[in-house]
């Protein structure tokens, strides 16, 4: 942020306001408190019979990867409803969304991904604008090095193992910053 | 958003942009596009014994009613961080998280309530600088009628439900706007 959004002014200052205890923008002319806060990631996992939806993303970050169809929850929508909607844009399909498998935090770029598993209706998909490909896939068949993100290769795992051994429960993930720039500097 | 944050001209159009399918405020001096997306509000009511802590908000909105402690999700903290954070700030008091209660949406104000419950440590609480009163109730002690928000109310009906018949589970709710007019008209 260089510019006031309310005012215009040039005259910001990073600091703590009275009576809080985070630093947030605050605008010396017009004396507005700008606020920035976490997104969510919303998503869901496509199921049909033994199989599930994944989707080779089009675009950047990690353009080529396969990923659980999600993406920003926009205003006015609910979680599952734009988890839904993330999946008619990456794969074209519907789906009934069943359980929430994951809630995972990456609190260094300030983003919580919030997954579901839903029903993939009458198995239909096709490739949507923002996928290269969209394929069903078995557990045995996942192609574990060309998931895209940690949050879904952690909601995956959990995924397979609650189905397998059940119940199905909601499971909490983090983002290891530390562990991953330690195999960055050995790679 | 009036003037833009990236370089201050007013020349900002809210339109949706190519590739999109949202309405964003686009710059149309430096073409940053600028995007608002929903936030996280996070909380966790404190258990001890058969009791359940409150706070009386002293801040608006909706200030003298009781809620469970919670408030935005900050920055680089964890959803369980931040309502450990809330308590801690509410109530002078620190918690054991145990599970999340319910996901909450409030599309029409772009809110997402995510609510735990966890054990308060040793009983102990105190007044915080945000709350006018803090106390522990029974489940029928709760001031039904005096409970700040419909999230808080959602969540600790099901919170009680899950304790008293188990097994504890993850809620959906959502605000009923719809109901929420009419009721206003009538009164």
Redesign the interface.
Known sequence: ??????????QLEFTIPE?D??KRFICRNCSVI???????VTGCLPVWEDKVLLAKRAIEPRMGYWNIPGG??????????GAAREVR?EANAEVIIKN?VS?Y?I??I?Q?Y?HFWGELINGEYSIG?ESTEVALFTENEIPWKEIAFTSSTFTLKRFFEDRNEGPY??H?G?FDLERWEKRKGKS
Chains 1, 2 share one sequence.
């Open positions: 942020m260089k510019f006031c959004s309310n005012c215009g002014s040039g009576g205890n985070h700008h606020y920035s806060n976490p997104n969510i920003f929850l926009e205003n006015g929508e609910t979680v599952k409803e844009e929430m809630l935090d609190p260094h300030n919580v919030i604008p429960s909601v909490f983090k």
